[in-house]
């Protein structure tokens, strides 16, 4: 169940990063000078609207546009997606086609800010001659009829900006002509934002009761619309819907269906990571009561085979199970600590492969390591040697049969970190503006997260099973209250410190020093290589052996790695204008 929840988590997580670019939705990162002059005039801008019996809108422009200056390239023309009627439709241009003078030109399509669609046009490495150029612009919307609202009393309405407010130049002359599948009835026509209140000038429309319009006008300033509803006698087309809102769409994209597909991929990849998660799954096997550890297996050792990994605490739990055999002495100083060799190769025997690996930090009899909290040369041993302990008591497991390779073995874990780069990736890449292409390696990340756990990537044998049970039985004696099970210390006090660097390993201490108050009445003893000075006494010296010892050799380490890294440093209410579909606008470039 905690693996379960771990990759909902992960799964809730990755889709919130997938879902960042709707965090920037209408921001403009590249935004300029909206007061900026600009120095092209449209002479004249003639418009065709043909709408359909479908609904459905063929538009030709064409515009004369003079450039008083020689070093522009051409203009651009965008049409935002969000139709203020109704957030749940989107306008996006289709088959945009442009000449320029009669002749085919560059077009280079964009999406900016999450709803603008962009067309430049032109040859960016050409600049064009004085005068007026000639650009007929082509394309097609779908669905441009809508259902009637308040303003018309017809089951159908086309709501339009005929001229859109995003145009920056002057207009000096339009004419603007519409061809609907049934007579306009209740034509209402303004130019300029908002009402005839807000200052719109009402337009003049001819052929109002027919199924051709024209709109003519002149003098148009930067930035003013021409907006046109016309009430249609037919049926409303099926409006083409998205469930999310437009801030979503560079995320989503603007089709269901293309959502659905990376949904169902998702679902597959998701259902791999959760099956690799499963092989990679070992059940807790039942945990006797074990009132002594397994033989020849040390606190390192026993450390490794419940948690499939070992810590900095198993290491003092090694140096301490030493100490407790009389293979080494510990003390301690204000500065650090100082481990002693006591006997030589006499005083390791007998004890386990791991702990004996400890003697490494010694050069043999009498010899002594200081591990300073400043020295860099001790913390240059001593990371060593943890990475040879934490390398040696893997290598024990496996030859001694107790681990074997489960699933992909390492490679489970490679891929998750692949797929979170993979997620991240598409989250600010996302190509054809959908962030979602990275949801199907989302859903493989969260559903094998837990393979990026220690031990992942192998599992206990059946002897290792076998073995696990014994250590965690034995784990259990010493952790749990003596109300649930006791420990019978009569007369075999000496038990108390000869098992302490196990607690230590398996951080329950604290725990085993409580189980022997309640069962002796009396506070636990002191180990004899145990040295303590002023501040310290019996009751929980263990938990601060093991914070001192380890605040040292963090700092041992710390030092060595800042010379390594300073070394390796170097430098919808009523009609009013400007609204309906067809918003956009442009200018040249």
């Given at each position: 169940m905690k693996r379960l929840i771990a990759s909902a988590i992960t799964f809730l997580v990755l889709v919130g990063v997938l879902c960042i670019p709707a965090l920037f939705y209408d921001v403009d990162f590249e935004s300029t000078d909206m007061t900026a002059s600009e120095p092209t005039t449209i002479r004249a801008y003639k418009a065709d609207f043909t709408v359909d019996e479908d609904g459905d809108l063929d538009v030709v422009e064409t515009l004369t546009v003079n450039f008083p200056v020689s070093d522009r390239h051409g203009i651009f023309r965008f049409f935002d997606r969000v139709d203020s009627t109704d957030p749940d439709i989107r306008r996006i241009p289709e088959d945009f086609e442009a000449t320029a003078d009669g002749v085919d030109t560059d077009v280079k399509h964009t999406v900016e800010q999450g709803r603008y669609d962009n067309y430049r046009i032109g040859d960016a490495d050409t600049t064009l001659s004085t005068g007026d150029h000639v650009y007929v612009l082509k394309y097609h919307m779908d669905a441009a009829l809508t259902p009637g609202g308040n303003d018309v009393s017809t089951d159908s309405q086309f709501f339009w900006s005929l001229i859109p407010s995003g145009w920056q130049q002057d207009i000096d002359k339009a004419v603007l002509t519409v061809h609907l599948p049934a007579p306009a009835e209740d034509v209402q026509c303004l130019v300029g934002e908002g009402t005839v209140d807000d200052g719109a000038d009402p337009c003049d429309v001819q052929g109002v009761g027919t199924q051709d319009l024209t709109i003519?006008?002149?003098?148009?300033?930067?930035?003013?619309?021409?907006?046109?509803?016309?009430?249609?006698?037919?049926?409303?087309?099926?409006?083409?819907?998205?469930?999310?809102?437009?801030?979503?769409?560079?995320?989503?994209?603007?089709?269901?269906?293309?959502?659905?597909?990376?949904?169902?991929?998702?679902?597959?990849?998701?259902?791999?990571?959760?099956?690799?998660?499963?092989?990679?799954?070992?059940?807790?096997?039942?945990?006797?009561?074990?009132?002594?550890?397994?033989?020849?297996?040390?606190?390192?050792?026993?450390?490794?085979?419940?948690?499939?990994?070992?810590?900095?605490?198993?290491?003092?739990?090694?140096?301490?199970?030493?100490?407790?055999?009389?293979?080494?002495?510990?003390?301690?100083?204000?500065?650090?600590?100082?481990?002693?060799?006591?006997?030589?190769?006499?005083?390791?025997?007998?004890?386990?492969?791991?702990?004996?690996?400890?003697?490494?930090?010694?050069?043999?009899?009498?010899?002594?390591?200081?591990?300073?909290?400043?020295?860099?040369?001790?913390?240059?041993?001593?990371?060593?040697?943890?990475?040879?302990?934490?390398?040696?008591?893997?290598?024990?497991?496996?030859?001694?049969?107790?681990?074997?390779?489960?699933?992909?073995?390492?490679?489970?874990?490679?891929?998750?970190?692949?797929?979170?780069?993979?997620?991240?990736?598409?989250?600010?890449?996302?190509?054809?503006?959908?962030?979602?292409?990275?949801?199907?390696?989302?859903?493989?990340?969260?559903?094998?997260?837990?393979?990026?756990?220690?031990?992942?990537?192998?599992?206990?044998?059946?002897a290792g099973r076998e073995l696990w049970s014994r250590i965690g039985g034995f784990k259990r004696i010493l952790s749990t209250p003596s109300s649930k099970d006791r420990f019978d210390f009569s007369g075999r006090q000496e038990l108390y410190t000869s098992y302490l660097p196990y607690a230590v390993a398996f951080d329950c201490a604290k725990e085993w020093a409580e189980k022997y108050r309640v069962e002796v009445g009396s506070e636990p003893p002191t180990p004899s290589y145990w040295y303590y000075g002023a501040g310290y006494n019996t009751v929980g010296f263990a938990d601060s052996m093991v914070a001192d010892f380890d605040s040292t050799l963090s700092s041992a380490i710390s030092s060595y790695e800042a010379t390594q890294s300073s070394s390796s440093s170097g430098g919808g209410g009523g009609f009013s204008g400007g609204g309906g579909g067809g918003g956009g606008g442009g200018g040249s470039w």
């Open positions: 003519k006008a002149q003098g148009l300033s930067p930035h003013t619309p021409i907006t046109l509803i016309a009430g249609q006698d037919v049926a409303p087309p099926e409006e083409a819907t998205l469930p999310w809102a437009p801030r979503f769409d560079d995320v989503l994209g603007t089709n269901v269906s293309t959502f659905g597909v990376f949904a169902l991929i998702a679902l597959l990849f998701g259902g791999l990571g959760l099956l690799l998660n499963w092989l990679a799954y070992e059940r807790e096997p039942r945990f006797p009561l074990m009132y002594a550890p397994p033989e020849g297996v040390g606190p390192a050792q026993a450390q490794f085979i419940l948690k499939e990994s070992v810590d900095r605490r198993a290491f003092v739990a090694s140096l301490m199970q030493a100490a407790e055999h009389g293979a080494v002495d510990l003390q301690r100083s204000d500065i650090g600590w100082t481990i002693s060799d006591k006997a030589g190769p006499q005083g390791w025997a007998g004890l386990d492969p791991i702990t004996t690996s400890i003697a490494g930090l010694l050069s043999g009899p009498g010899s002594h390591f200081f591990a300073g909290k400043k020295d860099v040369h001790a913390g240059q041993v001593l990371q060593t040697q943890l990475s040879s302990f934490t390398a040696e008591t893997k290598t024990w497991a496996i030859m001694n049969g107790l681990l074997s390779r489960a699933g992909m073995g390492g490679f489970g874990g490679l891929m998750v970190l692949l797929g979170f780069a993979a997620t991240i990736t598409f989250t600010f890449w996302r190509p054809f503006h959908l962030s979602v292409m990275g949801l199907p390696f989302a859903a493989f990340t969260a559903g094998a997260i837990a393979l990026l756990q220690s031990g992942a990537s192998t599992k206990r044998t059946p």
